[in-house]
């Protein structure tokens, strides 16, 4: 599978983006799917993982309340809704996709998209 991931921008604060992350190839639905970002100088973070069929997710504290992640099997897209955006938000959004289980770690996901800017005014 290949992913491809969009919808990144320049938000003001308080305000919202829905991240989305399409894929390509077979087997979509067979993986975990995982959303995570990298601000500038600092080390990638993981931001919300979603299970297969879409009943197991996880949130990193910091976004927890604000963000949610979906996915639409039918689509071979993963979403993330993302609203009262703050400026510690701002960083380069990945997706990524991995059959180790629902998991935090960067390194059990081994497909990987390039990426999507988000950028917070506040």
């Known amino acids: 599978v290949q992913l491809q991931a969009c919808g990144g921008g320049l938000v003001q604060a308080g305000g919202s983006l829905r991240l989305s992350c399409a894929a390509s190839g077979r087997g979509f639905n067979t993986y975990v799917m995982g959303w995570f970002r990298q601000a500038p100088g600092k080390e990638r973070e993981i931001v919300s993982t979603i299970s297969w069929g879409g009943g197991r997710t996880y949130y990193a504290d910091s976004v927890k309340g604000r963000f949610t992640i979906s996915r639409d099997n039918a689509k071979n897209t993963v979403y993330l809704q993302m609203n009262s955006l703050k400026s510690e938000d701002t960083a380069v959004y990945s997706c990524?996709?991995?059959?180790?289980?629902?998991?935090?770690?960067?390194?059990?996901?081994?497909?990987w998209g390039q990426g999507t800017l988000v950028t917070v005014s506040s």
């Open positions: 990524a996709a991995g059959r180790m289980g629902v998991t935090t770690d960067s390194n059990a996901y081994n497909v």
